[in-house]
């Protein structure tokens, strides 16, 4: 499953319409006439058929995709150098939040440029193994900030619902493991899915397109169980519970045992502990909300419309928002990156 309907989406391609050319984009189109149809080859008609948009919609949807790429590279190259540079900033959870902005990262820098031209351009010039490689490093890009989160979720569960052991059991040195681990699996798990379940097709009925053709219904469920089900009933699962466990400790918070000497360094490790928990829980629903509209118009109520074209753009956008949240709500992410742009980058 992961993100096959998203790309063939965007690209305006399924199994049912190859060589129809892009659908989804039919309300920007202008109104053409029998002589107006171009196609990739002039001299085959068979070949997809050039949308023609106005140039001004054209050139708008360039800014708009090009605007969205660029800030999304430059807020998480911000997170990135952050993490990275400031040796106060080397925690096992900011190590979560630098994994999960590399991933953003690459969306930003890889996967935004060439879904435009994808979505733009019906023909594809770039042949069979760029084509390849564009539906692999997207897909990617989606599995290693969902198995970032999965992590993320695990480190707050404990802190919140374990804080006493929680420096003993969550080191960085683990948190390194665990890391290279979730990168490992997805890297070999989406070039191993790819080359058995999915096809990717270039040409096709509809020449020079790039659009993917899935395998065995099995083998499609497996994998959406593993991408998707699995992880996300981990997320929501542990977020449930680190919720009760803060409820239980705020009102704990205004007790008198709370209020004794000796239980106020606890109390306000535990308050910090929630904080982070509340923030990354942003982050996590806001992944969820980009998301799971996605997979349930496509799943449901696959209609070739403009609302599902917004729907559809939405994974793309959530790499954007991420490093949003770090500045609205991380004290630490406004300090550094306002050291970073002010070239000041040795300052404690």
């Not at 980009?290 to 419309?305: G, R």
Request: charged share 10%; glycine share 2%; proline share 4%.
């Amino acid at each position: 499953m992961k993100l096959y309907p998203l790309i063939n989406f965007l690209t305006g391609h399924t199994q049912d319409q190859a060589g129809a050319g892009p659908q989804h984009l039919d309300p920007l189109l202008q109104m053409e006439t029998q002589e107006d149809v171009q196609y990739c080859f002039q001299d085959r008609n068979s070949s997809c058929r050039k949308a023609l948009l106005s140039t001004s919609i054209y050139i708008t949807l360039y800014i708009f995709f090009s605007l969205i790429s660029a800030v999304t590279v430059f807020l998480n190259m911000l997170v990135i150098i952050s993490i990275s540079h400031f040796k106060q900033l080397h925690t096992p959870t900011n190590l979560l939040i630098l994994s999960l902005a590399v991933a953003d990262f690459l969306v930003g820098l890889i996967v935004i440029p060439l879904t435009t031209v994808a979505l733009m351009e019906p023909c594809w010039d770039f042949g069979e193994y760029f084509c390849g490689f564009y539906f692999y490093i997207t897909c990617l890009c989606a599995s290693l900030s969902l198995g970032s989160l999965v992590l993320i979720s695990i480190d707050r569960y404990v802190a919140v619902c374990d804080p006493l052991l929680y420096h003993s059991k969550i080191t960085i040195t683990r948190m390194m493991y665990c890391i290279s681990i979730t990168w490992c699996f997805c890297i070999i798990y989406d070039a191993a899915i790819i080359n058995i379940f999915v096809n990717v097709q270039v040409p096709s009925r509809c020449l020079k397109e790039c659009f993917t053709v899935e395998g065995s219904v099995l083998g499609n469920r497996i994998d959406f169980v593993i991408t998707m089900v699995v992880p996300c009933s981990i997320i929501i699962t542990l977020y449930l519970k680190i919720f009760v466990v803060a409820i239980s400790q705020a009102r704990k918070v205004f007790s008198k045992e709370a209020a004794s000497v000796s239980g106020v360094k606890t109390v306000q490790a535990n308050k910090s502990e929630r904080k982070a928990a509340k923030t990354l829980a942003i982050v996590v629903f806001t992944y969820l909300s980009c998301w799971i509209p996605f997979y349930f118009y496509v799943l449901f109520f696959f209609i070739d419309n403009f609302l599902s074209f917004i729907i559809s753009c939405l994974p793309l956008v959530n790499s954007l928002i991420n490093p949003i949240i770090y500045a609205f709500f991380y004290p630490w992410f406004k300090v550094t990156a306002k050291l970073i742009l002010t070239l000041k980058l040795r300052c404690s």
